[in-house]
């Protein structure tokens, strides 16, 4: 199974970009061959999402101090960088849990993704202008990813 | 400093402690010889939601709360129902409270086993973080997930999605679960219940610094049940009030070298939390779940906050248990939510949030407008408590190497679990109140060298 996990808020701006890449890589791929899922919040929860595939790809927003809109990219084979650190609200960013899963023997056997850098993360804000064109742009080389793959 | 002598003056400080929900720091200050102040540096008063829900409609504090924390949404939606509920003057029937109930066990089971096995666990056995746990003992870190997953499929199932649950709505839910729906959840419960007995004979293995502390507990008190939703507000100091009492006796204020709000009752110093309710209501509890804690070394009472993770270990598997009663025991309820029609009123509510008692107050036009909205959470409450651990704990050990003692008073914080989560993004509206003149604490140097917290609610 091709995974695509798309992990934000809906409700608080640029949090939402990496829901609305999940959104966009629905429209443009067929079921059979992509899942696609959003995660809201825990991203412990991450690990038993993609129990059972094969590739996994996951797009969450990022504050990381960049440029908004900027696009990072990670491979779980290896360390991921510093933007993927930050813990958020929650106790563990997505490094740590992609090291948690990895302690477990969990990680699927490609994990990969990418990361927007976000401009605001106001209730009730949508998506900036620059995490929107980044949204773009993501969905296009991940589409470029899984067309390669699959 | 000197190592293995007793320091006569100093800081003990952690700028930003790993292993509690959001960003918060510590600092001791020692002047000859003698622990003069400890500091929990947290910014967590929740005036920015409180702003945000004036001029809403009555209908809309459940969502809106919800999401000031992402690892107890269920606890802020119960408290704003109850609130809202009390100000229309409706009490919704039995089966709409069981639901609720229900619901918030998933909650517990969730929070507790995050908080035993991937934050507070790692202290007990000498690892740096629960990925380090991990690494050494994936079994046993597994099954801590795996009970976790169980609260989380609970909370999907009744609450509609585990984070943020979105069934919730005044007046009881948009939909009530089938029968057949919760029964599918039993058998994963049945495991969740063997993996929290099993949990407690794991943490009773753990060693405990000798240390008590002579708290004020503060919990609710049901008739019957262990509390979770319902019932009188009571301390072990005598207070036995309603919660529409809490603001004749609890006063929030500022204090100088914080942005958070401190809480007192009637002037004093308090604990709410896992080893409140459990020392308030030992007697509520199951007897094979009494007779599971006293196996696990534990008495009906618990003053040293180091076995807080026995205690929630407790309540994990009473939570399991009362989830599996309810679920044996359920019938939807028919409508899923009574009407509450709003009237001019202020409204009282009150629920047990994982890490304690989470009280919220609105007040309401006759057309349903929310004119003011006050929101206690338990971290504000615990506070002061937890800087006096800090106090006493250090006294005594001033002669440890300081490494030691650093991680120690670190260990001691997260005793109580403390969340911090809603809380950067209201340092602004802080210091736009203006209410901030002297400071100049560490905290806002941390806050400015990094970006806005990033809320992944």
């Known amino acids: ?150 | 400093m000197t190592h293995g002598s007793r320091r006569a003056n100093g800081h003990i400080s952690v700028p930003a402690l790993a292993r509690v929900e959001g960003e918060g720091g510590l600092e001791i200050v020692v002047s000859d010889g003698q622990v003069t102040g400890a500091r929990l540096d947290i910014y967590e008063p929740p005036r920015f939601f409180e702003a945000l829900l004036r001029g809403r409609q009555y209908t809309e504090p459940p969502d809106i709360t919800a999401r000031i924390c992402g690892i107890c949404p269920v606890a802020y939606q119960m408290s704003a129902c109850h609130a809202i509920e009390d100000a229309c003057g409706v009490t919704p029937p039995e089966p709409v409270r069981a639901l609720r109930r229900l619901l918030y066990c998933g909650e517990w089971i969730e929070s507790h086993a995050l908080h035993v096995y991937l934050l507070h666990a790692p202290d007990f056995l000498g690892y740096p973080s629960g990925i380090d746990l991990a690494r050494d003992h994936p079994d046993i870190v597994s099954r801590g997930l795996r009970l976790k997953k169980a609260g989380n499929h609970l909370m999907a199932a009744v609450g509609g999605r585990s984070i943020h649950p979105v069934n919730v709505k005044v007046g009881g839910f948009y939909r009530a679960p089938t029968p057949r729906e919760l029964a599918q959840l039993t058998p994963d419960l049945e495991q969740a219940r063997q993996d929290a007995a099993d949990t407690l004979t794991w943490v009773a293995t753990f060693d405990f610094p000798e240390f008590e502390r002579d708290y004020e507990f503060v919990s609710m008190r049901h008739p019957r049940q262990y509390p979770i939703t319902e019932g009188r507000i009571v301390s072990s100091g005598g207070l036995d009030i309603a919660p529409k009492e809490y603001d004749d006796h609890f006063t929030e204020f500022q204090v100088e070298h914080s942005t958070a709000l401190h809480s007192t009752l009637d002037g004093r110093t308090y604990l709410t939390g896992p080893l409140a309710r459990y020392s308030l209501n030992f007697d509520r509890l199951p007897a094979h779940i009494q007779d599971e804690a006293r196996a696990a070394g534990l008495g009906e009472t618990c003053a040293n906050p180091f076995r807080s993770i026995l205690v929630r270990a407790v309540e994990l598997l009473f939570a399991c248990d009362e989830a599996l009663r309810l679920i044996a025991e359920y019938q939807p309820p028919d409508p899923p939510a009574v009407d509450v029609t709003p009237q001019q009123a202020s409204g009282y509510g009150v629920s047990e949030a994982p890490r304690g008692m989470l009280y919220h107050r609105y007040t309401i036009t006759g057309d349903g407008t929310i004119t003011d909205a006050k929101i206690v959470p338990p971290t504000s409450q615990n506070q002061r408590a937890i800087e006096a651990d800090l106090v006493d704990f250090a006294s005594p050990r001033l002669d440890m190497e300081h490494e030691r003692l650093t991680a120690e008073c670190e260990q001691a914080i997260r005793n109580h679990d403390p969340c911090i989560s809603c809380a950067t993004h209201f340092l602004d509206l802080w210091l736009i109140d203006g209410a901030d003149g002297n400071h100049d604490h560490h905290h806002h140097d941390h806050h400015a060298a990094h970006p806005p917290e990033l809320p992944h609610n």
């Open chain 1, 1 to 150: 199974m091709i995974l695509v996990i798309g992990i934000g808020n809906p409700d608080r701006g640029d949090d939402a970009a990496g829901l609305a890449v999940a959104t966009r890589v629905r429209k443009a791929t067929s079921p059979r061959e992509v899942t696609v899922r959003e995660l809201v919040g825990d991203q412990l929860a991450l690990i038993d999402e993609w129990t059972g595939a094969t590739a996994v790809y996951v797009v969450d927003a990022v504050c990381s101090g960049g440029t908004p809109g900027t696009v990072y990219e990670f491979d779980a084979a290896d360390t991921l960088t510093e933007h993927f650190r930050h813990r958020g609200t929650h106790t563990f960013s997505l490094a740590d849990v992609i090291e948690l899963a990895r302690a477990l023997g969990r990680l699927p056997r490609h994990l990969a993704g990418f990361g927007i850098e976000g401009a605001s993360f106001n209730i009730g804000d949508g998506l900036s202008p620059q995490a929107e064109a980044a949204v773009e742009e993501v969905t296009g080389l991940l589409l470029g990813e899984l067309k390669a793959g699959v």
